[in-house]
Structures are given as structure tokens and as C-alpha cells.
């Protein structure tokens, strides 16, 4: 069934960011013969409209307002609604952050239609459009299809596989209006620093939980992670080891904190609260490790190894420089 596909794209500079290039590529599968579009906003939209093109974008809605750099909800909504009304979308995506959290609703409230939040599977059954998403804390998948137009979702970064790069591709551009005066007034930000590799875009995620036992536990981890290599693991927490201080909470994975999809996570003295698995249950394959036998983690695992994290992670550490 031929649909008209909208991805509202965000940026890194004047590029297009993964997920953004994910989105299209989910879109290009989903379209069946029907337009693949993207909306582009702030300073870089006209040259990032070019990386549109070779992800699947036949068309950019793009307007290069720096107004638009910093997410303003009223702002955006206008722009991406304009966007999808030139496009006739009958379905829109956006990614699971912090602009299509807020973004979705807004759109979906005020187009009379229904979002999809937080999905991880975006396909075509038969020609209806179904969206799959975590519920019970992760506990459970529920599957949902739309009975209005368009339909919307916000989708997990690395939950969908982008195309290869059509290079030389080329497609239209649509210039936007600019934005209009906001409700918002910005007033400050604080920036939670991690360094090297960030969660979301890692494709190996090992976290340490309270099992650890305290902060030195999370040497261990980190050493493990190098050892994996530093370009494609990074280091996670849970919100029990956060609070207690043993580790920054810009790395907290769970429903409260960031929410991941690497291919491998690795559960280090992690007990697998619901709250914890809403955070890496869209993980291709779970590794955990915990001495408690009866540990919730281990419901959710693939593989998993009772025993104390002492023994196991450096006996790992030791295997994997071999």
C-alpha cells in the first residue's frame, strides 16, 4: 500500500543525525511507492538537506531559521504541521528524544489524529500500519494500529536500520517559513558532560548496578568496556548506583534515565527492576551477570552467569585481550 512517509529530521551541525537517517530509512520501506520526505529546521537545514537525499529522502521541508536551533514546542509544531499538510503524510515519524517526546502529542493533539510513543517496530501488516512499543516497564510489547490520519510514532534510536548511503542522490527542496514569535523564552542550560562515546550511540552498553557494591566497583566496568574498545562501548548505570552517587547520571539507563537499543548490553550486579529494563529492554541481546540466581535480569537475558562480579568480569576482561 502506497503511503506518503514525513520524517521530521533533527540535526548535528549542518549533517543529519543517525537516528534521523534511521527514520528514513524505516520510512523508505513503509512508503511502498509513495513519497519519502523529510522536515529540516535551524541553521544547517539547507546543506544537511543533501544528507536527506542519500538516506531515502525524495524531498526537505527545510527553513534555516536559527530561531529554530533551540526547540521552541509552539515554533516547531507550526513548521513540522505546514510540512506535513505540503507533504499529504499519512504517516509521520520522529525520533524518541527530548523534541519528539514533546513534539508528538502536540502534532497528533492538534492534526485531531493519534501518536504512537516509544516504538520500537514500525511495519506494514497487510497494508495497515502497525507500531510496536514496550509497556509494563518493559516487561511486554504491545502492538497497536492507527485508525486516523496521520499516523504518528516516535521511534527508538537504532530500533530501525538505515539504507546505504545513495550517494549523488538529489531530491527536491521546500522552503518554510520562518518561525513566528514563541511562548517559550529560554533562559539557561546545564550541560551533563560524559565523555567519549555516548550511550545511544554505542552498539556494546555495559552498566553496573547497586550489586556493585560501591563506586570502585565501577572500575571493573569501565575496564571491561575499554577492553571491548572505547569506540564501541560505553558505560552505563542504573538508577540505583546513580543515586547513591557511584555514577554520573548523565548515565543512567531506565525509564527515569536514557533509553538504549545496542546490540549488546551487558548487566553487571544489575537486579532488572521494572524501571531499569524500560531502558535497555529493546537491546538486540542481553548479558547479565549476578550472583542471585532468581534476579529479574536474568528473565530478560540471553545468556547470564551467577556468580559474584569479581570473579566473572575480570576472568571476561582476561578472555577477551586473548
Known sequence: MARNVLVVGELEGA??????????????R???????????LGSGAAEAAA????????RAFVSADGAYDEFRADQWTAAVRAAVEQAS??????AQSSVGRDLGPRLAFGLD???GMDCIAVEDDGGTLKVTRPCYG????????????????????KSQDPLPPQEGASGETVELPGSAGSRTEITGREM???????????????????GLGGPEGFGVVEELAATIGVS???????RAACDLGWYPVSQQVGLTGKVVTPDLYIAIAISGASQHMAGCSGSKTIVAVNRDPEANIFKASRWGIVGDYKDVVPALIEALKE
Not at 503524510?89 to 520522529?94: I, P, S, Y
Open 15 to 28: 549533517e543529519i543525525n543517525s537516528t534521523t537517517a534511521e527514520l528514513l530509512g524505516a520510512a523508505s
Open 30 to 40: 513503509l512508503a511502498d511507492g509513495g513519497a519519502v520526505s523529510v522536515t529540516l
Open 51 to 58: 544528507g536527506g537525499f542519500r538516506a531515502g529522502a525524495g
Open 89 to 94: 503524510a499519512d504517516v509521520v515519524l520522529m
Open 113 to 115: 489524529t493519534a501518536v
Open 138 to 157: 518493559g516487561n511486554a510489547n504491545a502492538t497497536y494500529s492507527f485508525a486516523t490520519s496521520p499516523a504518528i510514532a516516535t521511534v527508538r534510536a
Open 192 to 210: 551533563a558532560v560524559a565523555e567519549g562515546l555516548q550511550l545511544q550511540d554505542a552498539s556494546i552498553v555495559v552498566s553496573g548496578g547497586r
Open 232 to 238: 564501541r562501548a560505553a558505560v552505563g548505570a542504573s
